[in-house]
Each structure stands twice: as C-alpha cells, then as structure tokens.
C-alpha cells in the first residue's frame, strides 16, 4: 500500500461502488454511530449536543477530502477522555470555563492537524509506537469501562486514577443503584447479541428499546437518569476568549491529542486500504481531519478522528465507497429533525452499556501478544498501560507520548556508518558487517548511514566516517558517502557536511555523494564548501558512483 499518491485505487476484488451497499451500510452504521456520539459527550463531561456536532463535521469534512472510502470520522472515546482529563485540569472546577477551553482545544487540534498536512507530514505516519498506542488504548480503555460502571451504579470518584478508584468503587457497594446497574447490564446482553448481525444498527435499537422501557416502567421513579434534552441549535462560529497562555497550554495538550487521534485514525485507515488493496493519501487525511476538527470546534463539538470501531462497522456493513458516510450523516439528520425530544429520553445506563460494548474490544489481550516476544516492546505495553493507570488519562497520554518520541529519538540518534561492498559481483552493494562475502573496491571507500542524518546523530555519523578515511587498511582515493536514508537536511547537518567536506579534502581523498534527493541536493550545492573541495553531488546509485570513481582516478 503506498500513502502518498493521491486518490484511491482500489484492488480487483472491488469493482465499481455498490449505491445500494453503500445505502445499507450507511442506515446501518448511522444506528451506531448516534448513540456513541451522545455517549461520548459524557464521557467528554460536555453537553449531548457536542458528539453530534462532531459526528456531522467529521462526516461532513471527510467525506469531501479525505481518500479512504471505509473512515468514519467521528468523536471517538479516547479524544473525549483525554479532553475531559485536560479541561477538568485547566479549569480548576470552573465549568464555564472547561467548556470553553474545550472548544478552544478542538480548534487548536484543528489548526495542528492542518499545519502538519500543509507541511506534509503525512509521510511520518509512525508518530506513536505500536505498542505504546496498544498499551495506551487497553489502559484508556479499561479506565473508561470502570468510569462508566461507576456513573451507572451512582458512585462519584474523586480520584483521577484506576489504581485509587478501584477501591473507592468497591467500598460504596453497598449504596450502588441497582436498578441502573440491570439496565445497563440488559444493555449489554442486547448489544453482544444483535453485534452478530453487522447490517443490524444494533446500538439504535438498543436506544429505542430502552426509551421504550423507560417510559413504560418507570424507570425514572426508580433512579434511573435520563439523558435530557439535546440542544442543536447552533451558534454563530466565533473563537472563545481565552488569555495567552491558556492557548500556550492548550497547544501543549493539543499536540498531545492530535498525535494519538492521528496514530488511532491512520492505524484504521490504513489497515483498511491494505486489506482491499485501496491508496490512500496521508497528507489529504490530515487535512480533512484538520477541517472536522475546526469546523467542529467553530460549533462547539468534539474532537474528532477515524475511529477503529466506526471504520470496522462500516466496512463490515458493505460499504464500497464514502457514499456510505454521507448516507449515514444524513440519516442521523433525519433523525434528529425528526425524534429528537426522543431520544432525551434514553436512560444514561443505555448509553454507558453502549460505550463499555464498543469499548470491550480494547480489552482483548491477543492484540498485545505479539509485543511481548521482543523484551523492548514487552517493557513499552507495560509502561503505557501503567502510566494511564497510574497517572490518569492526560498525564498517561503525555507519558506514552514522551516515551514513544524518546524511542524514536533513541532509534535515529543510535544509528552508525556502515561501509558498503559488492555483493555476487552485481550492481547491489551491501553493509559489509552483515555480509562479509561482500567484495570491496579498490580505492574506494563506501560509506553510509544506518538512518537519515539529524541534529542528534550527525557529528558522530560523519565523525565514524571520517575515521574510516584515515584508519583505512587499504590506499583509499576516492570516498563515496550514499544518502539515500537523509531526503532533506537540517541545518546542523549542513554544517557538520560542510566540515566533513574540508576533513576529507584535507585528507587527499575525493568526495563523492550518491543517491541524494532533490532537496538534500539542493542544499549541499548552495554550500561554498562544495566546491571549493571538489565534492561531487549526484543522484546516481553506488555503482554508477563507483564507476565514476573508477573513471576519475589517477
């Protein structure tokens, strides 16, 4: 599957999109995706209104520019915990100012989103390590399960962390709301079942099922809180007031969010178009996940992202196309013009079963298997889980993110020289410390670098480099430095090549560098000390390289 090329290609299996399909996945998943968007907005600690919202700008702007064809964008729970986490902090207890610090943090992933698709960043996909994001969402997703337990059965939590309310759960036992505690728990049962059918919006009928049962039991009467009364009637867009340094902290905790929406939506959006042989382009999905969060922002909703919950449905409904998601926005527009007062009345235990079914999955401990065959993966599951238990929501984000950017860091800043030979006396030419049959050139010095050249790693890379050049076994006449790992060039490593440029002519060696890409080539020639030291840049491969080595020796 490549990422980059725009539009979307889609595999021999999937003919033309299927309208009808399309049509029946888009009424299927509308029935799940209503109720979450409301169940979300709670555990978010915002108004009902603000999923929906959500769920109409991230459709809305999705399917316009984004290019998977199985993406739901939508609220999702792990945006709406960690905006509840974040604004119950900023605000020091104050709820008008949570709500307003949640809608200037939505815009602000908003604006993120679109800064990192304007500068292409679509490419770095691998923001979150695999493990750390798996062992985040098994972490988020049993913190919110037991959260909503608690919100059923009527237990306040006055601890942020698993670990502290855990306990404090099981010591009011004696005061839980047991006729809650069976709604949701009927819920459930109702939910596993109808799940056995994707085409059947098995969260809808759930809803309707237990409207109806509430009004006809009673079950107000008997503690049981209903949702209340949704309010769609939009405002005009504007940006909330908030000092400087408020935005200073919600950019912090923006960049945080927008990290793993990307890291959960791109997982979904591209195990789909690996499985249906489909192209999908990065850079436009950050861009369209960009625009659903500002305009959902402008509106006052929700973070917004591909869910993997949402996309699975849809796909396994039979979508074929995004059709699927405009059908299903505008089903939930008809229902919402059309039942609204309705839906107030859904028991609060309905839509908690409903965010602990679609949360249940996260909970499978199969996904984490593999990561703990390699010691270093095993370590990073179990830090992720712990830090979200451990610390809560918001502080375990920023942990897994830290933790995943160090390791990245440690990966890039790790990587050395490695000298290159000729393999079988073809035109490929490998590392010789893995390949020792590997041939060497006589004369000929070939370097390269394990991972692209940065700030971190550059000096020692070239330094490696350039004792190779003067601890060289062999007379070396000519050097050549292959780049093809470094696309583009920092400014440090501009001027760490400037100074290896100088070393190797001092030496008495001729430079020469392969395999640059247009930008990093760029950049070198503007360089005086280019040449000044005779460097020759070329885009050719090692072997053409070596061959004009060969050709220019005295």
């Not at 962390?161 to 759960?169: D, G, H, I, K, W």
């Not at 079942?193 to 809808?204: C, E, I, K, N, Q």
């Not at 010095?445 to 020692?460: D, K, Q, S, T, W």
Request: glycine letters at 10%.
């Amino acid at each position: 599957m490549s990422t980059e090329p725009s539009g979307v290609t889609v595999s021999p299996s999937c003919d033309k999109p299927n309208r009808w399909q399309d049509l029946l996945a888009g009424l299927s998943i509308a029935g799940l995706l209503l109720p979450e968007a409301v169940a979300y907005s709670t555990i978010a600690a915002l108004a009902p209104q603000a999923g929906v919202i959500a769920l109409f700008a991230g459709l809305l702007c999705y399917g316009l520019l984004g290019t998977s064809r199985f993406a739901i964008v939508s609220a999702t729970s792990s945006s709406a915990a960690v905006l509840a986490a974040a604004t119950a902090t900023l605000a020091n207890g104050d709820p008008q100012l949570r709500s307003t610090l949640a809608v200037g943090l939505v815009l602000v992933t908003g604006a993120l989103f679109l800064l990192a698709g304007a500068f292409r960043f679509g490419s770095v996909t691998s923001f979150i390590a695999k493990p750390v994001l798996r062992g985040f969402a098994f972490g988020l997703a049993l913190t919110i399960i037991l959260k909503q337990v608690a919100s059923v059965v009527g237990v306040h939590l006055t601890d942020a962390n698993l670990v502290r309310f855990a306990p404090q759960l099981l010591e009011q036992l004696p005061q839980w709301n047991w006729s809650s505690a069976a709604v949701a728990a009927v819920a459930l049962v109702l939910l596993g079942g109808l799940s056995r059918f994707p085409r059947v919006p098995g969260g809808l009928l759930v809803v309707v099922l237990g409207i109806a049962a509430g009004q006809w039991l009673n079950l107000s009467d008997h503690g049981v809180k209903l949702i209340g009364a949704i309010d769609l009637g939009l405002e005009l867009p504007n940006l909330p007031a908030l000092p400087f340094a408020d935005w200073l902290r919600l950019g912090e905790v923006a960049f945080a969010m927008v990290m793993i929406l990307y890291a959960e939506s791109y997982g979904s959006i591209s195990a789909y178009a690996l499985k249906h042989g489909d192209r999908v382009t990065s850079n436009r999905d950050l861009l369209a996940l960009g625009a659903g969060n500002l305009l959902s922002g402008l509106f006052h909703g929700m973070p917004v992202g591909a869910g993997y919950s949402a996309t699975s449905a849809n796909e396994a409904a039979g979508a074929t196309s995004r059709w699927a998601g405009g059908i299903a926005a505008l089903t939930v527009l008809i229902i919402v013009l059309t039942v609204l007062p309705w839906i107030a009345l859904t028991p609060e235990p309905v839509l908690a079963a409903i965010v602990m079914h679609a949360l249940g999955r996260g909970l499978s401990l199969q996904p984490l298997g593999r990561y703990f065959i390699w010691r270093r993966d095993r370590v990073l599951v179990v830090c992720a889980v712990t830090s979200v238990l451990v610390l809560g929501v918001l502080d375990g984000l920023l942990v897994s993110v830290a933790i995943s950017v160090l390791l990245m860091l440690k990966q890039l800043s790790a990587a050395d020289i490695q000298v290159l030979g000729r393999i079988d006396g073809g035109h490929d030419f490998v590392d010789l410390q893995r390949h020792p049959t590997a041939a060497t050139e006589p004369g000929v010095l070939i370097v390269r670098p394990g991972e692209a050249l940065f700030f971190a790693n550059v000096e020692r890379i070239l330094g490696g480099a350039l004792r190779l050049v003067r601890h060289s076994q062999v007379p070396v006449h000519t050097v050549i430095l292959s780049l093809e790992e470094s696309p583009d060039l920092d400014g440090t490593s501009l001027e760490a090549m400037q100074e290896f440029f100088v070393r190797v002519h001092q030496a008495g060696k001729r430079l020469i560098l392969a395999r640059l890409k247009h930008e990093a080539l760029a950049a070198l020639d503007a360089l005086p000390q280019t040449q000044a030291n005779g460097v020759i840049l070329s885009g050719l491969s090692v072997d053409g390289a070596v061959q004009k080595a060969l050709s220019l020796a005295p």
